[in-house]
């Protein structure tokens, strides 16, 4: 379950515009701003504001710690780890439909994916990243993916 709530708050951390460093009770107000957060009630507000700081406590956590990625305050930063669960279910089953549609399309139009079709896919902008390619150079900061199902970061 930890991994499900790391995943998500990873992937969906958007390159946040949020400093970890501040006050926690600052950055929830911040963070409601920011995602449009309206609750029922005082009671769940309290509620998603322990959640919240207590997610906070464990990015500052990881941060700290050397590691190959960073945490960020993102859509689900007041979610508990089976609210993320649910979330991911939702994910999960986007996927397969998602995998479904591309099998038959494979199928009935005998897609090829070659490396010259993925070339003529990506913008002109864009360069693919190779084998040999430098990937802190080719990556890019996690954008938010909704439910799409994916699951990396461009």
Do not use: W
Not at 9 to 23: I, K, Q
Not at 99 to 126: C, S
């Amino acid at each position: 379950m930890i991994g499900v709530v790391l995943v998500l708050l990873v992937l969906g951390s958007e390159g946040s515009s949020f400093n970890l460093n501040e006050d926690p009770v600052k950055l929830f107000e911040q963070f409601k701003q920011e995602y449009k957060k309206e609750y029922v009630n005082l009671v769940e507000e309290l509620r998603r504001k322990a959640v919240f700081i207590k997610n906070v406590k464990m990015m500052r956590e990881h941060n700290a710690k050397e590691s190959s990625y960073t945490m960020g305050i993102n859509k689900f930063a007041d979610m508990e780890g089976n609210e993320l669960l649910a979330t991911s279910s939702k994910i999960q089953n986007n996927r397969r439909m998602g995998a479904r549609r591309i099998q038959e399309k494979i199928k009935t139009e005998k897609v090829n994916l070659t490396k010259q079709t993925l070339k003529q896919a990506v913008p002109a902008n864009y360069t693919l990243c190779t084998s040999e390619a430098e990937y802190n150079y080719c990556g890019t900061n996690n954008i938010d993916q909704n439910v799409c199902g994916g699951c990396y970061a461009v």
